[in-house]
Antibody, heavy 127, light 110 residues
Framework: EVQLVESGGGLVQPGGSLRLSCAAS????????MSWVRQAPGKGLEWVAN????????YYVDSVKGRFTISRDNAKNSLYLQMNSLRAEDTAVYYC????????????????????WGQGTLVTVSS | QSALTQPASVSGSPGQSITISCTGT?????????VSWYQQHPGKAPKLMIY???NRPSGVSNRFSGSKSGNTASLTISGLQAEDEADYYC??????????FGGGTKLTVL
């Protein structure tokens, strides 16, 4: 059974940092792209970032570029999101998700959909 | 990276059919067949319902179907049931190598 379990959320002051983790099990973690998706309280879903199987390619939504870093440790079957310079608008439930897509030799990887999601971890940025 | 446009709410009676639209641009919905739909019940994680415009994952009821025309994708739910009441989100791959979601649609089963 595929399982994704996020951890590391909590209350942090504006300008602070936090590192989220996602422990994966039930599938060959090293064979899949992975993504982080967030949801502000009472709001919709927002894709944050994704990472290639070996960590060599990463993509981010504009609003977190330069502040957030996605990474992974395939030996530990774990996905991470390092969040720096946090702002109030980063307050959200953060989900990790398995990212399925396809590769085109000319355009690279195209993410198609997210088939498994964790239960989420809440990050609150407030003074 | 503007969000895709969905109606804020739709409603229908049990047994009826409803359709939720998802409008983007030629840089996302119109440019790729990588449109997917997610169902989210309150306090729960999203669940994949449709991928690559019209494909259903194993275990998803065939009452759920998807389609696309130009820059607009649609999710149709036939034979509405009480348990279908939830929020629904569309998403699409974009020409910027990112993913964009719609704002979400609240489905009410009357």
């Amino acid at each position: 059974e595929v399982q994704l379990v996020e951890s590391g959320g909590g209350l942090v002051q504006p300008g602070g940092s936090l590192r989220l983790s996602c422990a994966a099990s039930g599938f060959t973690f090293s064979s899949y792209w992975m993504s982080w998706v967030r949801q502000a309280p009472g709001k919709g879903l927002e894709w944050v970032a994704n990472i290639k199987q070996d960590g060599s390619e990463k993509y981010y939504v504009d609003s977190v570029k330069g502040r957030f870093t996605i990474s992974r440790d395939n030996a530990k079957n774990s996905l991470y999101l390092q969040m720096n310079s946090l702002r109030a608008e980063d307050t959200a439930v953060y989900y990790c998700a398995r990212d399925l897509g396809s590769y085109d030799i000319l355009t690279g990887y195209a993410s198609s959909h997210f088939d498994y999601w964790g239960q989420g971890t809440l990050v609150t940025v407030s003074s | 990276q503007s969000a895709l446009t969905q109606p804020a709410s739709v409603s229908g009676s049990p047994g009826q059919s409803i359709t939720i639209s998802c409008t983007g641009t030629s840089s996302d919905v119109g440019g790729y067949n990588y449109v997917s739909w997610y169902q989210q019940h309150p306090g729960k994680a999203p669940k994949l319902m449709i991928y690559e415009v019209s494909n259903r994952p194993s275990g998803v009821s065939n009452r759920f179907s998807g389609s696309k025309s130009g820059n607009t994708a649609s999710l149709t739910i036939s034979g509405l049931q009480a348990e279908d009441e939830a929020d629904y989100y569309c998403s699409s791959y974009t020409s910027s190598s990112t993913t964009v979601f719609g704002g979400g649609t609240k489905l009410t089963v009357l």
